[in-house]
């Protein structure tokens, strides 16, 4: 007989950028709503408590300096893909975003990073880049080329897989999809293609399916150490097909910073050095 497998953390280094000058004054996302208030100081509260829960995993948090007129710059994992040392940038779709890669691109110089290479293609990084251990994911659809898919094999020397986003709410592929430890992965289906579906399908037989609920509430923007899962509070569904895999749960609240269309994931980039 088996049982639930016994799943072992492994330890993390991660990214991120205070939200201090968090807004929603522009749309380029269907969450993004200009009209709703935001309150930076709610999203400062809501990122420390990510961060310090990251922390109290053992893991490590380095963080880069926000900068005032950049309010997504909060999300660090849209501006690097960060794969044994090497370091691919980013290149936004969006104008509003495009002057946040430079500032990360000079974050990973001044730290010791020398294998940096900007992308020629729009490539919004670990938004649309997800690490199994064994194979690249890449999303597009709505942000990332799929020119860059062949970029991205080309700088990290991984071997990629293209898979086409489909709806206009889960436009990242981090929005659909996330890794919980080598090789196993959880998502949405009905985020993607019917091809793309079929491809998920076939390399990942024992992924854990997550329902329209967890998707709605950003709940595949989670962020996995291999034991350890950090989601939002409201993906209790997704919570439950955790537990009996063998995960271990913990919710946060990112209420506020899901007004940009982000969660934990978005506010998190992995340095995988
Ligand atoms: C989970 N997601 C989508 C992310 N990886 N990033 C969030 C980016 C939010 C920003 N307002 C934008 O629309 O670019």
Known sequence: MTGTPRREPTPRRYLMCEPTYFTVEYSINPWMNPDEPVSAELAVKQWTELADTYRRFGHRVDTIRPVPGLPDMVFAANSGTVVDGRVLGARFRNP??????????????????????????????????????????????????????????????????????????????DTALFVLSDDHIAYYPEAFSPGSQRVLARLFPDAIIANAADAECLGLNGVSDGRNVVLPMEATHLAERLVHAGYEPTFVDISELRKSGGGPKCCTMELRD
């Open 96 to 173: 509003q975003r495009t002057a946040e890669a430079d500032h990360y691109r000079r974050w990973f110089l001044d730290h010791g990073y020398r294998d940096v290479v900007m992308p020629t293609a729009v490539n919004e990084a670990e938004g649309d880049f997800a690490w199994t251990g064994r194979l690249l994911l890449a999303g597009s659809g709505f942000r990332t080329d799929p020119g860059a898919h062949a970029e991205a094999q080309e700088v990290l020397g991984v071997p990629v897989v293209s898979l086409q986003l489909v709806d206009p709410r889960f436009y990242h592929l």
